[in-house]
């Protein structure tokens, strides 16, 4: 696709949802309440509103290399602060992907410059979790195991934030973790139990 394309693209767009809606976008200017924070990788091939069925305002979206809720990261901790406790979305996925590139490249041995810092986070997540991932011989299956563990710690980090556990208190915010498989095309919801994940959590990060 070339730049022209994007532009006949957007010009098509506009003329289809006025055709349903002649209101559509002074609707949407109107502002934006969604339910849900959707925290997913940067991957080109898992967009995050169409895989889901979703409308423009109902998922409010951060994404980067593999999904990562890292501490000390202002992007991530100020879209966390503003979903929860400005546009008080009542839930936070973090969704995952099969054959994530920033996942497969901790668990190589490479130098990547400026992506070291950031992927020694995942390389934290199999360290946390090497009993059960040296333990699969098949790379492909600890790979995929690997992609679900991240998903699983970086729904930790988001527990670990103030306001997060400050919403799950006065209105039950729920956190998600999700995974979708590229080669089938299929959102998996990893089930993760979330009040008792929340109350391991809280015995050392309580912060309310
Ligand atoms: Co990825």
Request: net charge negative.
């Given at each position: 696709m070339d730049t022209t394309q994007v532009f006949a693209n957007n010009q098509k767009w506009i003329a289809e949802k006025l055709a349903i809606d002649e209101t559509y976008f002074s609707d949407l200017s109107k502002g934006q309440s969604p339910e849900f924070l959707y925290i997913g990788c940067s991957d080109s091939r898992v967009t995050a509103e169409e895989m889901m069925g979703a409308k423009p305002g109902e998922f409010f979206v951060h994404r980067n290399i593999a999904n990562m809720v890292p501490n000390n990261d202002?992007?991530?901790?100020?879209?966390?602060?503003?979903?929860v406790s400005h546009l008080k979305v009542n839930h936070i996925v973090v969704c995952g992907h099969y054959y994530c590139g920033g996942v497969k490249a901790a668990m190589?041995?490479?130098?990547?410059?400026?992506?070291?810092?950031?992927?020694r986070n995942i390389r934290d997540v199999y360290r946390i979790h090497r009993h059960e991932l040296d333990k699969i011989e098949e790379e492909e299956s600890r790979y995929k195991?690997?992609?679900?563990?991240?998903?699983?710690?970086?729904?930790?980090n988001v527990i670990k934030t103030a306001d997060v556990q400050k919403a799950y208190i006065e209105r039950n915010l729920q956190v998600h973790g999700w995974v979708f498989d590229v080669h089938s095309g299929k959102l998996i919801d990893l089930k993760i139990d979330f009040p008792k994940l929340l109350g391991q959590i809280m015995e050392i990060y309580r912060l309310q």
């Amino acid at each position: 696709m070339d730049t022209t394309q994007v532009f006949a693209n957007n010009q098509k767009w506009i003329a289809e949802k006025l055709a349903i809606d002649e209101t559509y976008f002074s609707d949407l200017s109107k502002g934006q309440s969604p339910e849900f924070l959707y925290i997913g990788c940067s991957d080109s091939r898992v967009t995050a509103e169409e895989m889901m069925g979703a409308k423009p305002g109902e998922f409010f979206v951060h994404r980067n290399i593999a999904n990562m809720v890292p501490n000390n990261d202002l992007s991530a901790m100020s879209v966390i602060h503003y979903a929860v406790s400005h546009l008080k979305v009542n839930h936070i996925v973090v969704c995952g992907h099969y054959y994530c590139g920033g996942v497969k490249a901790a668990m190589q041995s490479a130098d990547l410059g400026i992506l070291n810092p950031w992927l020694r986070n995942i390389r934290d997540v199999y360290r946390i979790h090497r009993h059960e991932l040296d333990k699969i011989e098949e790379e492909e299956s600890r790979y995929k195991r690997l992609v679900e563990l991240n998903v699983q710690e970086q729904c930790l980090n988001v527990i670990k934030t103030a306001d997060v556990q400050k919403a799950y208190i006065e209105r039950n915010l729920q956190v998600h973790g999700w995974v979708f498989d590229v080669h089938s095309g299929k959102l998996i919801d990893l089930k993760i139990d979330f009040p008792k994940l929340l109350g391991q959590i809280m015995e050392i990060y309580r912060l309310q």
